[in-house]
């Protein structure tokens, strides 16, 4: 069973910030906080991933509480081609499967 | 293009018949992955390959599924005897050794009749 927990679905309007949050309360202290997305027929897509320091890259920010029971990614200027379902996962060094939750699916209006 | 490729991308079948797919991780990946998605989930986990190795199959991966990694580089998934719950798409993924992150590829989308 996944071990987190996000809204099933989320709008943001095109050139607004999209915050995505993820819960993750029973997080271990070797568990990682991965981050993809899955745009309509199309293979998952790798966004970004954290441990407990914040991360940003050229695609988003992962806010990681200071707890770790809890994540934000933070798409900073959404645009339509961002419409797609947001999976936050977390994941052991060593365990080699994702398990994937139903995600949060972000749609992104003109 | 240097990102995981799988072939074909759609396949419809009758149900009972044999099916094979294949998938071409990112070069020097030694692990790669095969996972399963239904319509409205997320991907399942189904097997995991390291080098030519397959070291972990999800129960999920019944009988009738076999894959193979035969030379350490591409991998083949087949289904014998398809029934209609097998109706997926179908993913594979690999990663490097030394990194943690899984690159997917697009998928391929079985239709079982």
């Known amino acids: 069973d996944a071990k987190t927990t996000q809204p099933p679905s989320m709008d943001c309007a095109e050139g607004r910030a999209a915050n995505l949050p993820c819960n993750h309360s029973t997080i271990s202290g070797n568990e990682y906080v991965y981050w993809y997305r899955q745009i309509h027929s199309q293979g998952p897509q790798y966004i970004i991933h954290?441990?407990?320091n914040n991360e940003t890259n050229e695609m988003a920010s992962l806010i990681i509480t200071e707890d770790r029971k809890s994540s934000t990614l933070i798409l900073p200027h959404a645009t339509l081609r961002d419409t797609a379902v947001y999976y936050c996962?977390?994941?052991?060094?060593?365990?080699?499967?994702?398990?994937f939750g139903t995600g949060t699916r972000l749609l992104v209006s003109p | 293009d240097t990102g995981v490729s799988q072939n074909p991308r759609h396949k419809i079948t009758k149900r009972g018949q044999n099916v094979t797919f294949r998938c071409d991780p990112i070069?020097?990946?030694?692990?790669l992955y095969w996972y399963r998605q239904t319509l409205g989930q997320g991907p399942e986990f189904l097997t995991y390959?390291?080098?030519?190795?397959?070291?972990?199959k999800s129960r999920l991966l019944s009988d009738r599924f076999s894959a193979e990694r035969p030379k350490g580089s591409f991998s083949t998934l087949e289904i014998q005897r398809t029934e209609q719950g097998d109706s997926a798409m179908y993913l594979c993924?690999?990663?490097?050794?030394?990194?943690?992150?899984?690159?997917f590829g697009p998928g391929t989308r079985l239709l079982v009749l």
């Open positions: 390959f390291q080098n030519e190795a397959q070291l972990e």
């Open positions: 954290g441990l407990k």
């Open positions: 996962i977390v994941r052991a060094t060593g365990f080699q499967k994702l398990v």
């Open positions: 993924a690999s990663r490097q050794g030394s990194q943690e992150t899984q690159y």
């Open positions: 070069s020097e990946h030694n692990r």
